[in-house]
């Protein structure tokens, strides 16, 4: 479906920069997160972090943001978010945005799985794992990649996201199988036991120098209620995700997806589904930040990648029609400044630009993630019953 000149909003570009949190929430205590500030504590430990793009858009103006120079002439609408969900996982973060709030947590295993998955597992795989921990996916199988090349036991992991990894050399357990033990994991992690994805990690190389390739498979769960992405495409409007997107809401409402193998790859298949002028939701996730900087406490390649984002930005906005809408967020925090390589449970923010946006307009902070897709859903005039509050009428310019 092309542009329709008689509808003033019909698409909207949404980019989740994965993990860059603007500080602490109320409840940070509880998760272990008190004195978080992905942005704020980057900026401090590197002496300024500039961002001319993002602080044209409004970054320093919103409420209760550090490290970032304000802009008197903010060109979009800014403001934050506050998570009501329970959780600091991507699933949960995602999800809140697109209308799901969830009151019981996803399962994380911070000790490892308990043995009674472990053992059902391995019975139903017919061989032993190795593993079985929190662990970083580059240096687990850095660490037994060897023992697993010489035993042809699957590495199973998990991280601060309600996970199953399976790791495996690709001359050692064929992809086919991988997948295959990835389904088993998959069926037998539901009810009290369910995690929000089992991700198959093929690596290849030797000796210790192991590559992890791009045959990675996500196995995921539906979302729990209907989202901003089934709400958009049964509108015959497009749903194009990328990057993670489609592994997060397990293809459900998404019309067409692509992969990614980084932020800038990212970047790019965004600008090429700007180009295709195909109304509707361009959904985006940009999760280097996340995977490569904030899990391994890495500060200047965490500051590094948001100069990367910050110099395509402009990019992003020429290719922009009038009737577009980009709105760039995050779905939790990932502070690489603290001991903790966990998420961290933070505010988002939140950055509104379009012809059709007031410019320097602050919504403040916003009771909840679903702000945002009920937002989306009212840009684009589709009646729903999405949890959260509507800031169209804040940013939409008197016009319209």
Known sequence: MLFNAKVMTNRVILIVLDSVGMGELPDSAEYGDKGSNTIGNISKKIGGLKLPNLEKLGLGNIDGMVGIEKCEDAIGAYGRCAELSKGKDTITGHWEMSGIILNTPLNTYPNGFPDDIIKEFEEKIGTKILGNKVASGTEIIKELGEEHQKTGYP??????????????HEDVIPLEKLYD???IARKMLVGDKMVGRVIARPFIGDKGEYTRTANRHDYAIDPFDKTILEYISEKDLNVMAVGKIEDIFNGKGITDA?????????VDKTLEYIKTNKAGLIFTNLVDFDMKYGHRNDVEGYANALVEFDNRLPEIIDAMSEQDVLIITADHGCDPTTSSTDHSREYIPVLIYGSQIKPNVNIGTRKCFCDIGKTILDVLNIENELNGESFKKVILQDKH
């Open 181 to 183: 033990m990835c389904m």
């Open 155 to 168: 590495i199973v992991y998990t991280s601060a996201d309600s996970v199953f990894q399976i790791a495996a």
């Open 258 to 266: 692509v992969h990614t193998k980084g932020n800038m790859d990212g």
